[in-house]
């Protein structure tokens, strides 16, 4: 199984390095980074820099592709290089999926139209932009179209498609290895779940760095 996953400028990297690390221990499993060119892309942070060892003309038919989400979606969203692979790439793969902001891209190539998705909690009004019925899950899967919610879901995602393409007992090897036992210190990684008032708080800080 061939896993592409796109990098552009201002990517979350946990929405790629999260996915990554499940799906690239998998037996027969490949995961290759592409980019309009083969290079350096630096994320979000600034600080981290992936590089894509190949360019989208490169991986014209992957079985597997993972959009990750960030910042730099909005400029991403008018990426006519990107959003014309994915659309080219789609009618090839088992799984079209999706990271947080990520799912935002699928819908500006065009492929939510009517399909429940999911995206990072405070951006999921914007999928109805792109013809999408929002769905708060953590992960939503529609046909061979898998969004995860926020950043960290996209471990969630990976592990479900690892268990649907190799069964459960590798998914649940892989999840051991990784110790993937969430324990988080607060009940505040949902807006339902977190503070009166830091949901609008969060929302502020984010619309900061978009």
């Known amino acids: 199984m061939h896993v592409a996953i796109p990098l552009y400028p201002r990517f979350t990297a946990l929405d790629a390095v999260g ?40 991986v014209p ?10 910042p730099g979606t909005m400029a991403a969203l008018s990426d006519e290089a990107l959003l014309g692979w994915i659309r080219q790439a789609h009618e090839h793969t088992r799984w079209t999926t999706s990271v947080c902001t990520g ?9 939510l139209t009517g399909v429940k998705a999911t995206t990072h909690w405070g951006l999921m009004d914007l999928l109805k932009t792109f013809g999408a019925e929002p769905v708060s899950e953590r992960v939503v899967t529609e046909g061979k179209i898998v969004t995860a919610a926020g950043v960290s879901a996209g471990i969630d995602m990976a592990l ?46 984010m619309s900061e760095t978009i």
């Open 103 to 111: 799912s935002l891209i699928l819908g500006a190539a065009g492929l």
């Open 61 to 70: 038919a992957p079985d597997v592709i993972v959009v990750p989400g960030g």
């Open 160 to 205: 479900t498609l690892l268990s649907q393409a190799d069964g459960a007992e590798t998914a649940q090897m892989v999840q051991l290895a990784i110790e993937y036992d969430p324990q988080p210190p607060f009940a505040c990684g949902s807006p339902k779940t977190a503070p009166e008032g830091m949901p609008e708080r969060v929302l502020a800080l």
């Open 19 to 58: 996915p990554y690390t499940v799906l690239a221990m998998a037996p027969g499993c490949t995961v290759t980074f592409v980019a309009a060119e083969p290079g350096p892309v630096t994320d979000d942070q600034g600080a981290l820099t992936l590089t894509a060892t190949a360019s989208y003309a490169d």
